[in-house]
Nanobody, 123 residues
């Protein structure tokens, strides 16, 4: 069974940085595409970023492009999301997920999800 656990969230001021981690247990992530999604209060879950199984291909939502970087360390079985220049509109619960379907930006194509980590950015 795939178990994913996010960490690294917190409360920061606008302009600050955070690095989120997504660690897997009882499962090797190597070779599997992984994604980050977020959900703000009252809003639908939205795609943030995705990385291919070998780390060679990355995708980003327009809202985070140039500020967020996704990367992975398969030796540590961990995927990361480096978030710079954070804005209040980045406030949300951030989830990592393992892609099992064909759509890299569609939540329905990710079967396994972590419990989420809260990111709050104050103005």
């Amino acid at each position: 069974q795939v178990k994913l656990a996010e960490s690294g969230g917190g409360l920061v001021q606008a302009g600050a940085s955070l690095r989120l981690s997504c660690a897997a247990s009882e499962f090797h992530l190597s070779g599997y595409a992984m994604g980050w999604f977020r959900q703000a209060p009252g809003k639908e879950r939205e795609f943030v970023s995705r990385i291919s199984g070998d780390g060679s291909i990355t995708d980003y939502a327009d809202s985070v492009k140039g500020r967020f970087t996704i990367f992975r360390d398969n030796a540590k079985n961990t995927v990361y999301l480096q978030m710079n220049s954070l804005k209040p509109e980045d406030t949300a619960i951030y989830y990592c997920a393992l892609q099992t379907g064909l759509g890299p930006m569609t939540a329905a194509d990710y079967r396994y999800w972590g419990q989420g980590t809260q990111v709050t950015v104050s103005s």
